[in-house]
């Protein structure tokens, strides 16, 4: 009986397991569907592993993809990639082989992609010429070269008084509305990367072409692959789609190329994560985020880095609830990554683009990476804009007087300058060899 349904499984769904690019195994792992909770399905009959790729068919003759993410008391669990509508009892569950790697190749660039590294930009298929691992551990310790490189990010609020270094990672930490997207836009134009991976995890699917077409452009996107889960994917969707991008950014980095990689945002894989474990029974912690959201965090932020091959620089966006910089998943990711940028509300009120907070960011590779010279202008210029914040009250109601105070008068002379030279607009462009001699022609 059980041979003539696997051949009766073969028959049907051989031509839709070649869609997904799929080894058909024999024998042929089936079994059926049990029960479905939330998003967690339910199944029994099947002998599966841990990350395995499952399809089932809906009573419409549709497959939906799910992978499993637990064995409990002899029932496999399994999580959707796409919608579950139409899936009922009895169900005809079947494996589709391992979903730990995808297909890569070089003709990626220039195109977008979903979670699973298939084309959504309706521009035809992909030549792909070797595989990635999805879920691959980090680069051992002692493997990584050290950061001794300037990447340069084409942004003078960063270049200036937060060099980034080549192979180093960032949080670029934000509340909604500051900016961070066109920051991210203009920084994948005009940095010194050979290549740019983007993951846009969980954004309304109207922003998604809004920043491949517009935001990002022509020009950004000559040297980019876009990775798109959009917020009404499923939770499994919506993690997938930042290994993915990981993995895409580590297939380019061992060609030799310098890759940044960005990911936004950090803060929706974290609630996918949750999501997840509250649905297969984790206790919920700190914010109700579940113990596995912290484990899988340094998992995904410690692959990048630069090796002997290239280096992946990689930027993170952060959404920080009512600017809290201490909540959880900010909290951690900035005591895993390598320096952080803060975009200020304040800042954004005031029309000051990009809206980069100089004093609450910092790089912790930039002493490594520019000259003490260099070093010493961007603490000056940091003290000057400390001391003109700290009587800036005094200063607008008109209570401070001249000459109480020369590092105060100081202060004053030189923000109108400071403040011009942070502000950039959307399509400004400079030669980043002159941003240092420009900055220390306002501080001396």
């Known amino acids: 009986m059980l041979v003539s349904l696997e051949n009766k499984i073969l028959d049907t769904f051989s031509n839709k397991r070649k869609k997904f690019g799929n080894v058909l195994h024999e024998p042929l792992k089936v079994g059926k569907l049990n029960s479905i909770v939330g998003t967690v399905i339910e199944c029994t009959g099947i002998d599966a592993t841990l990350g395995e790729l499952f399809g089932i068919e809906n009573i419409d003759g549709n497959i939906v993809e799910a992978e499993v993410i637990g064995i409990k008391d002899g029932k496999t669990l399994l999580l959707p990639f796409n919608k579950t509508i139409g899936l009922k009892e009895g169900c005809i569950v079947y494996s589709l082989g391992n979903s730990m790697s995808i297909k890569v190749g070089k003709e990626l660039v220039g195109r977008v992609l979903d979670a699973n590294a298939n084309p959504i930009d309706g521009k035809g298929k992909i030549a792909r010429t070797s595989k990635e691992e999805l879920y691959k551990n980090p680069p051992s310790p002692l493997d990584r070269e050290p ?5 340069k990010s084409g942004i003078r609020s960063i270049d200036a008084f937060n060099t980034i270094g080549m192979g180093q990672r960032l949080g670029l930490f934000a509340g909604s509305g500051v900016g961070k997207s066109v920051l991210m836009s203009m920084i994948a134009k005009n940095s010194s990367a050979d290549i740019n991976v983007i993951g846009l995890v969980g954004e309304r699917g109207r922003e998604v072409k809004e920043f491949v077409q517009d935001t990002l452009g022509p020009e950004g996107m000559k040297k980019s692959v876009v990775i798109a889960s959009t917020s009404d994917t499923s939770a ?23 890759v940044l990689l960005m990911i936004d945002s950090i803060t929706r894989v974290a609630m996918a994560q949750r999501e997840i474990g509250l649905a297969t029974g984790e206790p919920p912690t700190s914010k109700g985020y579940t113990p596995s959201v912290f484990s899988m965090l340094p998992k995904l932020l410690e692959r990048p880095g630069r090796t002997k091959e290239g280096s992946i620089t990689a930027l993170y966006t952060v959404l920080v609830d009512n600017d809290d910089m201490n909540e959880p998943i900010a909290d951690s990711v900035r005591s895993i990554l390598d320096g952080h940028i803060v975009l200020s509300r304040k800042l954004a009120h005031k029309n000051h683009y990009p809206a980069v907070d100089i004093l609450e960011s910092i790089s ?57 030279f942070l502000i950039q607009d959307i399509n400004e462009t400079y030669d980043q060899d002159k941003y240092w001699s420009k900055l220390k022609e306002i501080v001396l």
């Open 364 to 420: 912790r590779v930039m002493a490594n990476i520019v000259t003490k010279e260099q070093r010493s202008l961007m603490m000056k210029a940091r003290s000057l804009i400390a001391i003109y914040q700290e009587a800036e009250d005094l200063i607008n109601i008109g209570a401070y007087v001249k000459g109480s105070s020369k590092k105060i008068d100081e202060a004053i002379e030189k923000n109108e300058k400071l403040e011009s």
């Open 236 to 258: 499994m969707s919506r993690i997938k789609a930042a290994f993915t991008a990981t993995a895409i950014a580590e297939y380019y980095r061992d060609q030799g190329l310098n």
């Open 147 to 151: 950061i001794r490189d300037i990447f």
